[in-house]
Structure formats: C-alpha cells, structure tokens
C-alpha cells in the first residue's frame, strides 16, 4: 500500500520547531507549505490536511490568512479529511462557518481536557487526558453542524464536522517546544506565571501528554480508510 500524501499547512512564523514534531508523529509523506509566506497548494490532490499553530489570530488583517481560510473551505467541501491544530483548529472553525474570538484570560501549560468518548478521533485516549495548551483565542462559536467533542474550563478543544476535526490543543509538542514557547510568554502573561509553568514541564507530565499522540495515529487509519471508500467507490461508478 501507498503511504499517505498529507499537505502540511505550518501557519508558524518559526517553522522549525513545528515541522519537525509533526514530521515525527504523522506517519505519512508530508508536503509542506509556508503558510504564512502565502504558499497555499494550487490544488486539492491529497489524502488529508493537516493545519498547524500560529502566533497569530484568525481574525487579523494580514494578507496570507484569508487565502489559507478560503482554500481550507474549499477542501472540506471537497471532502479532504482534515486536521486542525491550535490556529488550525480556529482556522477550520472559520472556513467551516463557525467564529473564533478572543479570550479574556490566556490557557498555557499541561492541562486537563475532558472528552466525550464516542468519537474515533479520540480511540484509546481517556475520557479525561493531559495535554500542553498555549492560546490566547478560543472557537466561540463552533461551525453550524459541528460537534463539540472536548472541551474544559477554557472552552472548546475539539470539534469535528463531517471528515474535518480541530483540536485547541497541541499533541505534537515535545518537552523542548514547550520550553520554548512557554518562553515567549514573558511579555504576555509576566514572569511569574511563565516560570510556573516551565516548572510543570517535567518528564512525567510529558509522559502523561503523550497519551493524547495516539490521535495522529488515529487521523492517519481514518486518511487511509477514506482513500480505499474513494476508490471503491470509483471503481464502482466506473463499471457502472
């Protein structure tokens, strides 16, 4: 079998970081696109979508964000399964018709989310799992026809609709990521609350996030199974 083809869509201004934890966790050939350099695919030829983080919001005036909203509608509508994570998970929620706003407070560190169990996405995960969050904006209103999958005391952290899923949080971070972006906070959140963090940033509350990798694993069976229906069904019509 053919391995998956997945754009990678990286929305982060400093890409390194990002593309080497989702090369490491996303089994499949990964073709990467700058999002934020406004290199959007010029077509929808892929097994499924993945969306990265972003420092930036959804809704702010810069050139490359409605383009990347814009070509993310077009793929779901095309039936492209996709993957939204942190920005990309506000991004989806956006093109799918839904509204991303804001905070009044800013959600950092390894946190608890709980979820509702019934969703493949989230096959051998526990119902309520340790993940690292790092957001300033939530999905304040989730797309018509979405289903909120997960959530905690800061909002929404997965939906899904139809073959698209977003999740707030960021399952392919690893200890080093963590620091690194927790840094960056100290003009945001004060030194206080930064140095609290990186203290929680331990081998064992890593251990306990990387629980939640196994929806990448997840995504990829669900990628491969839609692109044998597809076909399937191709070869059906064909002989029809």
């Given at each position: 079998m053919t391995r998956l083809r997945l754009a990678l869509l990286n929305a982060a201004h400093e890409?390194?970081?990002?593309?080497r934890n989702f090369r490491r966790e996303l089994d499949a050939d990964?073709?990467?696109?700058?999002?934020?350099?406004?290199?959007?695919?010029?077509?929808?030829?892929?097994?499924?979508?993945?969306?990265?983080?972003?420092?930036?919001?959804?809704?702010?005036?810069?050139?490359?964000?409605?383009?990347?909203?814009?070509?993310?509608a077009e793929a779901a509508e095309r039936g492209l399964p996709i993957l939204g994570v942190c920005y990309g998970h506000q991004v989806l929620a956006e093109a799918l018709?839904?509204?991303?706003?804001?905070m009044d407070d800013f959600e950092i560190g390894y946190n608890e989310v709980t979820h509702r169990g019934d969703d493949?996405?989230?096959d051998g995960i526990d119902e309520e799992f340790t993940v690292?969050?790092?957001?300033?904006?939530?999905?304040?209103?989730?797309?018509?026809g979405a289903e909120l999958l997960a959530e905690?005391?800061?909002g929404v952290h997965a939906f899904r609709k139809g073959r698209c899923?977003?999740?707030?949080?960021?399952p392919e971070y690893d200890v080093e990521t963590a620091e690194r972006v927790t840094e960056g906070k100290r003009d945001r959140i004060g030194d206080e609350a930064v140095d609290r963090v990186l203290a929680d940033i331990t081998?064992?509350?890593?251990?306990?996030?990387?629980?939640?990798?196994?929806?990448?694993d997840n995504f990829t069976a669900y990628c491969r199974r839609i692109r044998e229906e597809d076909a399937a069904a191709g070869d059906a019509n064909a002989e029809a």
């Open positions: 890409s390194a970081n990002t593309a990964l073709v990467e696109f700058d999002a934020n350099a406004r290199q959007i695919p010029d077509h929808f030829e892929f097994d499924g979508v993945v969306i990265t983080g972003s420092r930036s919001s959804v809704y702010w005036d810069e050139e490359w964000i409605p383009p990347l909203v814009e070509w993310t018709g839904g509204r991303v706003g804001g493949e996405l989230f690292f969050t790092t957001h300033g904006d939530e999905v304040a209103e989730l797309p018509p905690n005391e800061f899923w977003g999740v707030q949080f960021h081998p064992e509350r890593y251990d306990a996030a990387c629980e939640a990798k196994t929806l990448f």
